[in-house]
C-alpha cells in the first residue's frame, strides 16, 4: 500500500468524499505529531548540564510527593530519565495511532506505519543526542523508546476499539 491508498475505500477502488471535519481532523493529528516529534528532538538537542537539571528538577518533585504522602520512597534521578524516555514516545505512539485513524479506518493493515516511524524517530533521536556535548547515544534509549512506543500504540489500539464498541452498541440500540 501505498499513501494514495488513504483516500480510497475499503477494496473498492472508489475515491472516497472527504468531509470538512475529516481534512480538520486529518490537519490537527499531523499538525499534533509534528508536535509531538519536535518536542522529542528538542529535548535532545538540550546539552548535558541543561538535560540534568531538568531531570534532577523532575527528580525532586516526585521524592517530595513521596514524602508528602508519607512514604520514605525515592526514586533515583537515572529511574526518571528513562521513565521519560518511555513516556514521551508512549504518547507518540498515541499520537500516531490517533493520526493514522483519521486517514483510514483500516489501522491495522497499516499498523507497520506508526510501528517503524516510531522506531525511526527513536534511532533518530539517539543519533541526535551523539553530537550534543554532554549527552550519549545509547541502544538501550532506543528500545526503551520503542517499548515506550509499542506501549501507546497498544493504547491506541485500546482505545479504538473501545470506542468503536461504543459506536456499534449505540447504533444498535437505535435500529
Known amino acids: 500500500y501505498n499513501v494514495i491508498d488513504f483516500i480510497y475505500t475499503e477494496r473498492t477502488g472508489m475515491q472516497e468524499t472527504i468531509k470538512p471535519s475529516q481534512i480538520i481532523a486529518r490537519i490537527l493529528a499531523t ?3 509534528i508536535a509531538s516529534v519536535g518536542f522529542i528532538f ?3 538537542s538540550r546539552i548535558g548540564p541543561v538535560s540534568g537539571e531538568i531531570s534532577q528538577s523532575v527528580t525532586s518533585v ?6 508528602t504522602f508519607g512514604s520514605s520512597f525515592r526514586i533515583r ?10 513516556a514521551e514516545f508512549a504518547l507518540l505512539g498515541l499520537i500516531l495511532m490517533v493520526t493514522l485513524r483519521v486517514y483510514t479506518k483500516r489501522v ?8 517503524f516511524g516510531g522506531l525511526a ?5 539517539e543519533f541526535l543526542q551523539s553530537f550534543v556535548p554532554g549527552r550519549s547515544s545509547e541502544v ?3 528500545l526503551i523508546d520503542f517499548a515506550g512506543l509499542t506501549i501507546g ?5 485500546a482505545l479504538l476499539a473501545f470506542f468503536t464498541w461504543l459506536l456499534h452498541r449505540r447504533r444498535n440500540r437505535l435500529a
Open 42 to 44: 528538542y529535548n535532545s
Open 108 to 115: 491495522l493493515a497499516f499498523l507497520a506505519w506508526p510501528l
Open 121 to 125: 524517530i527513536a534511532v533518530c533521536d
Open 77 to 86: 534521578e537515572y529511574a526518571v530519565r528513562k521513565l521519560g524516555h518511555l
Open 153 to 157: 500504540i497498544l493504547i491506541g489500539l
Open 140 to 142: 538501550r534509549d532506543v
Open 62 to 67: 516526585f521524592n517530595r510527593i513521596f514524602s
Open 31 to 33: 499538525l499534533l505529531l
